[in-house]
């Protein structure tokens, strides 16, 4: 069996792994590259897969973020892709937007994607792929257990221990993904060791707090960020605020998609409980304060201004507003420019979707795995450093492994 990972060994985002035996070729991810990244995804071709004569059994997507997904119009017609039904169905209401709004996006390809089940196997030729929920800061994302050749090899996806179902993780890699053979694990956190990791959970009680101490908060955060939502969500109820979004037809789908696929009472979004945003609004708004989830857009622009003795919450990475970084973007900072100049307050809350260093030593260490492939980094050859029982091996970009 051999693995080669075509893209993203030295790079975070737009990883596209290999799984290769005699009889069967497996693709997992097909992102697009982040903006930091130093190629462009528009020259990245692989044979059989994105050109030529199809030849791969199946694509399988480990959740819906566009450094793992963005390219699947790419994939040959006739290759079968793979991904979780409710990503599956939040990223079709993704490429619907774009569609509509921009004449981009491709719904109806996203439609035609096959799903996965938790826990059941699929059999591609000769290899075996069990998908597992993990925990990360896209919603219904999944790592991959592949079987084939007596080998037994862990795709971690993009995973962290400290979302939603984070307290969980230790348990699933000890009941399910023992003795592996060779561990392919993100290592994102690899290059930002200083940065600090607060569970989501704290997250929400910070967020509890500054909605105690603001009648009216606004936040920017991704739309698809469904476990800072949630927690959002479920401290403005506690302090009976009511929770207002944007863009009604959007955002509004995207929770209720979540809540009608999930029996956990943590994403149950209540609709009678969301209001979207009017000047119908301002009445209520004044008297009972509110929570509004906004994006950098006109209307919550607007919405700013009608209420600028507020809080602005910015949950996203601190890297979009960092102008010496490549991943700089200006319409996120010319927003919250735009809002501190109105008035409001700023609080940074935010929580990564990544697994800490110590994260990544314990899932080496509960797997057992011989063999361990960093991917999704800036910095590999950090894993060197950490004192990881197995060999750890990093690879370059198109180079074969063979597993022995
Ligand atoms: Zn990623
Ligand atoms: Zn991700």
């Given at each position: 069996m051999q693995i080669k990972i075509y893209r993203g060994t030295h790079q975070i985002g737009g990883c596209v792994t290999e799984i290769k035996t005699s009889n069967a070729r497996i693709i997992i991810d097909m992102g697009e590259e982040l903006p930091s990244a130093n190629s462009l995804s528009q020259q990245f071709e692989i044979d059989g897969v994105t050109i030529g004569t199809p030849d791969c059994n199946a694509v399988l997507i480990t959740h819906y973020h566009g450094d793992h997904i963005g390219m699947f119009e790419k994939i040959l017609p006739g290759i079968p892709i793979y991904a979780g039904k409710t990503a599956k169905q939040i990223y079709g209401i993704v490429q619907s937007v774009l569609k509509n709004?921009?004449?981009?996006?491709?719904p109806e390809r996203v439609n035609t994607f096959k799903e996965f089940t938790v826990g059941k196997p699929l059999y591609f030729g000769d290899i075996k792929v069990t998908p597992y929920t993990i925990d990360h800061s896209a919603f219904d994302a999944y790592m991959l257990l592949i079987e084939a050749e007596g080998k037994r090899i862990l795709h971690t996806g993009d995973f962290r221990?400290?979302?939603?179902?984070g307290s969980k993780m230790a348990s699933v890699f000890e009941k399910y993904c023992k003795d592996i053979d060779v561990l392919i694990t993100e290592g994102t956190m690899l290059s930002r060791v200083k940065e600090r990791i607060i569970t989501e959970h704290e997250l929400g009680r910070q967020a509890d707090k500054l909605l105690k101490e603001n009648k009216y908060v606004f936040a920017l955060c991704s739309s698809t960020n469904i476990d800072t939502i949630a927690e959002f969500y479920n401290a403005a109820i506690k302090n009976k605020k009511p929770f207002i979004v944007c863009e009604e037809d959007f955002q509004l789908e995207i929770l209720k998609i979540v809540t009608q696929n999930s029996n956990s009472p943590f994403y149950n979004f209540n609709r009678q409980k969301i209001y979207s945003y009017g000047h119908n609004l301002h009445e209520l708004m004044t008297g009972r304060g509110f929570f509004f989830l906004g994006r950098t857009n006109y209307v919550t622009q607007k919405a700013i201004e009608a209420f600028p003795d507020s809080l602005l919450i910015y949950s996203m990475w601190s890297g979009y507003l960092d102008k010496s970084h490549p991943a700089f973007d200006e319409h996120k900072t010319d927003f919250v420019n735009y809002a501190l100049n109105c008035g409001c307050r700023l609080a940074h809350l935010h929580t990564s979707g990544h697994a800490s260093v110590e994260q990544i030593k314990k899932v080496c260490k509960i797997t057992g795995a011989k063999t361990i492939i960093p991917i999704h980094?800036?910095?590999?050859?950090?894993?060197?450093?950490?004192?990881?029982n197995g060999n750890i091996v990093v690879l370059q970009d198109n180079q074969n492994f063979i597993v022995e």
């Open positions: 709004k921009l004449d981009k996006g491709n221990m400290h979302g939603a179902r980094s800036e910095n590999p050859e950090k894993l060197n450093s950490l004192g990881i």
